[in-house]
């Protein structure tokens, strides 16, 4: 069925009725006070503990780069050059009859600008099983593939590039092809758009598509994400990406990366839809950098020391805070929501907001950028840039 700017009736596609029932907390017998400050003591120290061995790992155990060791100083081309060692076997047994993606580090460099008057993005919803995490169960993440680049293997959906003032088109196609597995209907909002929502955010369901198209008219890095009720399932299930609207006249680094932080709610059994309840409780398994956790710590980015380097960053939630920080360095320039700062150690987003960070890293080594609340670093957003020195596999554990 090919339908333009057709919204289904409700009874159609009744999301409802047919998601898995939200698992909600069980309730626990209170004990007496002596057990409650004694299990409060407790939780306080695993949670210190955590956290500085976490801390320890990215600092310590990485920052003893060798001045005499050089590694190659270009980021892999492919989305699976670098993978996680022993984590291929780990993956593929089926879940429910489904085979597990097995996981593919995803290429953190900014795509290019299509080419073309009009910068054409074709959009294409796919659900799959894949892990977020080496050492958790996997989920049914529901994701957008752009212009024929799927993210498989990883809970990420493709970034867009455009310049500012670029006239875009969108064509949103909701699972057009069987090993799309959607079952659900879904929608796309762009807040780097100024349309109207109820004319050009449509819902459509299995099997169809929807074309508009809109102007770039304001700079920045936005986010795109699923507006279909309840969004906060859809979002917690993965829907959600970067645009990126690079200004005019921005001056050239010598190299843009892009991070998207995202939050992950496991389902109570593999290969399950993502969990509402712990999603309306802020209750994150995983919270990663461009869809699984961890994945620049073991294999980092590498870069060279005295390079001007720009990194993009995303917060897609869709509900927890970041503060996103470089381990090592001091941001010489940032533009955070339109906002340019000077010499800054951390930037915070809220959940949809974005921005771009400007430093050079002085000295060989290896320099962790993470989420500096450190419980949500703890969960997987951590990564490694390698200025220098070798990229080893497994450098950041």
């Given at each position: ?6 919204t289904?009736p ?6 409802a ?10 309730r626990?017998?209170?004990?007496g006070?002596?057990g409650m400050l004694?299990?409060a003591a ?5 949670l ?6 976490t801390?320890?790992?990215?600092t310590d ?7 005499t060791?050089?590694a ?16 291929a076997?780990m993956t593929?047994a089926?879940v429910?009859?489904?085979t597990v993606e097995p996981?593919?580090r995803?290429d953190?460099?900014v ?13 294409d919803?796919y659900?799959?099983?894949?892990r ?7 989920a ?9 680049v ?5 809970g990420v959906?493709?970034?867009m590039v455009v310049?500012e003032?670029?006239r875009?088109?969108i064509t949103?196609n909701?699972g057009?092809?069987k090993e799309?597995?959607?079952?659900y209907?879904?929608?796309?909002d762009?807040?780097s758009a100024?349309v109207?929502?109820n004319?050009?955010y449509k819902?459509?369901?299995?099997g169809e598509t929807?074309t508009f ?8 890095v936005f986010?795109?994400h ?8 859809h979002?917690a ?5 970067m645009?990126l609207v690079?200004?005019?006249?921005l001056a050239?680094?010598?190299r843009?990366?892009w991070i998207?932080q995202?939050?992950y ?8 839809n993502?969990d509402?309840?712990k ?5 994150p398994?995983?919270i990663a950098f461009?869809g699984y956790a961890?994945?620049?710590?073991k294999?980092?980015?590498?870069v ?6 720009r990194m993009?960053?995303l917060?897609a939630?869709?509900?927890i805070?970041?503060?996103?920080h470089v381990?090592g ?7 955070v929501?339109?906002?340019v700062g000077?010499s ?5 987003l809220?959940?949809?907001?974005g921005g771009w960070?400007e430093f050079?890293l ?5 320099y ?6 450190f419980?949500?670093?703890?969960k997987g957003?951590?990564?490694v840039?390698?200025?220098g ?5 497994g450098m950041?554990h």
């Open positions: 069925m090919n339908t333009t700017g057709s289904p409700d009874h159609e596609f009744p999301l009725d047919t998601r898995p029932e939200p698992r909600r907390p069980e626990r017998r209170r004990g006070r002596g004694l299990s407790a939780l306080a120290l695993a210190a503990t955590a956290v500085l061995v801390y320890v790992v990215l155990e990485l920052g003893g780069g060798n001045d060791a050089v190659a100083q270009t980021e892999p081309a492919s989305s699976a050059a670098t993978g996680h060692e022993g984590h076997a593929e089926p429910g009859g489904e996981f593919e995803v953190p460099n795509p290019a600008v299509p080419a073309g008057k009009i910068k054409k993005f074709k959009l919803v659900e799959h099983v894949t977020v995490s080496d050492d958790l169960q996997p049914r993440i529901w994701s957008y593939a752009v212009n024929g799927f993210h498989r293997g990883t959906s493709t970034p310049n003032g670029d875009v088109e949103l909701n057009l092809q799309m597995q959607v079952q209907p879904h929608s796309v762009f807040h100024e109207a929502p004319q050009d819902t459509i369901g299995p929807y198209r809109f102007t770039a008219d304001h700079p920045g986010m795109y699923c507006a279909t009720d309840p969004v906060l399932m979002t299930a993965g829907m959600s990406g645009m690079k200004p005019k006249n050239p680094v010598d843009e990366l998207t995202q939050e709610y496991l389902g109570p059994k593999s290969g399950d993502a509402l309840a999603a309306e409780a802020k209750q398994d995983v461009n961890n994945q620049y710590s294999a980092p980015i590498a060279k020391p005295h390079e001007r380097i993009y960053v917060n939630g869709p509900s805070w970041t503060a996103f381990i360095t001091v941001f010489d320039r940032t533009v929501e339109g906002t000077h800054v150690q951390t930037i915070n809220a959940p949809s907001q960070v050079t002085e000295r060989k080594g290896t962790p950028f993470v989420d500096h609340a419980a949500d670093m703890g957003a951590a990564g840039l390698a200025a020195v070798p990229a080893k596999p950041g």
